[in-house]
C-alpha cells in the first residue's frame, strides 16, 4: 500500500502519513548521533565521527560541528551534501540581519528561518525533503545559552539536553537519568544544569551507549564542542583537541570503575 504513496512529496497516505519525511528522517536515524545539552557556563555538542576508510586524507576541518555566525554553531546528523545548502542560507540571513540591524539574529530566529526553508521542500512537486537534522546551539543577551533541534519536516523544539542520529532512544534514555541529577533544590533550575565540564563528560557516556560495537572509547570516534563565554562577554567556540578529548574520556573510565568499585 505505501508503495503507491511514496512517490511524491506532496501525497498524503490514508493514515495521514507523508512517506518521503519519513525516508528523510530514517536517513537521520541511520547516521552518528549527536548529543547537545545546555550547561551552566555554556554549551556543549558532541558528535560521533564515523571511519568509512583508513585511505580518506585527514579532514582539515571538521564534518560535524559547524560555526553559523560569531554567537551560533550547529551539528550535523544526516546528509552533510544535503546540510551544505541549509547552513549557506543561514550564514546569509544572519549576515543579513548583522548588516540590517547591527546587531547578532536571534537564536531561534534563526532556526525558524532554516525550519521554514526545510518545510518549503515538503510541499512542492518535484523535490524532495532534506535528509538532514540540526542540533543548533547559541547565546543572546536576553536569554543566554540556548538549544534547539531541528527535522526534515520543518519542525523545530527548544531542548535542555538531546540526542539525534542513530540509536537515539538510548542516549535520551541515559539523559532523562542522568542530566541535572546532581541538583538538590528541584525549584532552582539553574542549580540543576551541569557545568561545561560536566556536560562533556555526559556527552560521552551517551555517545558510548549509541555508538556501534564495543570496546573502549576512542578518540578519533568523537568530537566534542563547547560554546562559552570569556571575560569579555565575548561567545568563544571550541572544538576539544585530540589530547583534551582524551583527557574527558580518561575521567569518564576513571568514574566508571570507581562506581563498578563502589
Same mark, same amino acid.
Given at each position: 500500500m505505501a508503495r503507491r504513496y511514496d512517490s511524491s512529496t506532496t501525497t498524503f497516505s490514508p493514515e495521514g502519513r507523508l512517506h518521503q519525511v519519513e525516508y528523510a528522517i530514517e536517513t537521520i536515524n541511520n547516521s552518528g548521533a549527536c548529543v547537545g545539552l545546555l550547561a551552566k557556563d555554556g554549551i556543549v555538542m558532541a558528535s560521533e565521527r564515523r571511519l568509512t576508510s583508513g585511505l580518506l586524507a585527514p579532514a582539515k576541518r571538521s564534518d560535524k560541528t559547524f560555526c553559523l555566525a560569531s554567537h551560533a554553531a550547529c551539528n550535523v546528523a544526516g546528509l552533510t551534501a544535503d546540510a551544505n545548502l541549509l547552513m549557506d542560507e543561514a550564514r546569509y540571513q544572519a549576515g543579513y540581519y548583522q548588516y540590517t540591524y547591527q546587531e547578532p539574529i536571534p537564536i531561534e530566529q534563526l532556526v525558524e528561518? !532554516?525550519?521554514?526553508?526545510?518545510?518549503? *521542500? $515538503?510541499?512542492? /512537486?518535484? #523535490?524532495?525533503?532534506? /535528509?538532514? +537534522?540540526? #542540533?543548533? /546551539?547559541? *547565546?543572546d543577551e536576553f536569554h543566554g545559552f540556548q538549544l534547539y533541534q531541528t527535522d526534515p519536516s520543518g519542525n523545530y523544539s527548544g531542548w535542555k539536553a538531546t540526542v539525534i542520529g542513530a540509536n537515539n532512544q538510548a542516549g535520551k534514555s541515559l539523559l532523562k537519568s542522568e542530566y541535572g541529577k546532581a541538583g538538590d533544590d528541584m525549584n532552582d533550575e539553574e542549580e540543576r544544569l551541569p557545568t561545561v565540564q560536566e556536560a562533556l563528560?555526559? +556527552? !560521552?557516556?551517551? #555517545?558510548?551507549k549509541t555508538m556501534d560495537g564495543t570496546g573502549a572509547a576512542a578518540v578519533e570516534k568523537m568530537e566534542l564542542f563547547t560554546m562559552?563565554?570569556? +571575560?569579555?562577554?565575548? !561567545?568563544?567556540?571550541?572544538?576539544? $583537541?585530540?589530547?583534551? $578529548?582524551?583527557?574527558?574520556?580518561?575521567?569518564?573510565?576513571?568514574e566508571t570503575a570507581a562506581a563498578g568499585d563502589a
Amino acid at each position: 500500500m505505501a508503495r503507491r504513496y511514496d512517490s511524491s512529496t506532496t501525497t498524503f497516505s490514508p493514515e495521514g502519513r507523508l512517506h518521503q519525511v519519513e525516508y528523510a528522517i530514517e536517513t537521520i536515524n541511520n547516521s552518528g548521533a549527536c548529543v547537545g545539552l545546555l550547561a551552566k557556563d555554556g554549551i556543549v555538542m558532541a558528535s560521533e565521527r564515523r571511519l568509512t576508510s583508513g585511505l580518506l586524507a585527514p579532514a582539515k576541518r571538521s564534518d560535524k560541528t559547524f560555526c553559523l555566525a560569531s554567537h551560533a554553531a550547529c551539528n550535523v546528523a544526516g546528509l552533510t551534501a544535503d546540510a551544505n545548502l541549509l547552513m549557506d542560507e543561514a550564514r546569509y540571513q544572519a549576515g543579513y540581519y548583522q548588516y540590517t540591524y547591527q546587531e547578532p539574529i536571534p537564536i531561534e530566529q534563526l532556526v525558524e528561518i !532554516v525550519c521554514n526553508y526545510k518545510q518549503y *521542500y $515538503t510541499q512542492r /512537486g518535484g #523535490l524532495r525533503p532534506f /535528509g538532514v +537534522a540540526f #542540533l543548533f /546551539g547559541g *547565546y543572546d543577551e536576553f536569554h543566554g545559552f540556548q538549544l534547539y533541534q531541528t527535522d526534515p519536516s520543518g519542525n523545530y523544539s527548544g531542548w535542555k539536553a538531546t540526542v539525534i542520529g542513530a540509536n537515539n532512544q538510548a542516549g535520551k534514555s541515559l539523559l532523562k537519568s542522568e542530566y541535572g541529577k546532581a541538583g538538590d533544590d528541584m525549584n532552582d533550575e539553574e542549580e540543576r544544569l551541569p557545568t561545561v565540564q560536566e556536560a562533556l563528560q555526559l +556527552a !560521552v557516556k551517551v #555517545l558510548n551507549k549509541t555508538m556501534d560495537g564495543t570496546g573502549a572509547a576512542a578518540v578519533e570516534k568523537m568530537e566534542l564542542f563547547t560554546m562559552t563565554l570569556d +571575560a569579555d562577554q565575548n !561567545v568563544v567556540h571550541h572544538i576539544l $583537541t585530540k589530547a583534551e $578529548t582524551q583527557a574527558v574520556i580518561d575521567s569518564v573510565e576513571q568514574e566508571t570503575a570507581a562506581a563498578g568499585d563502589a
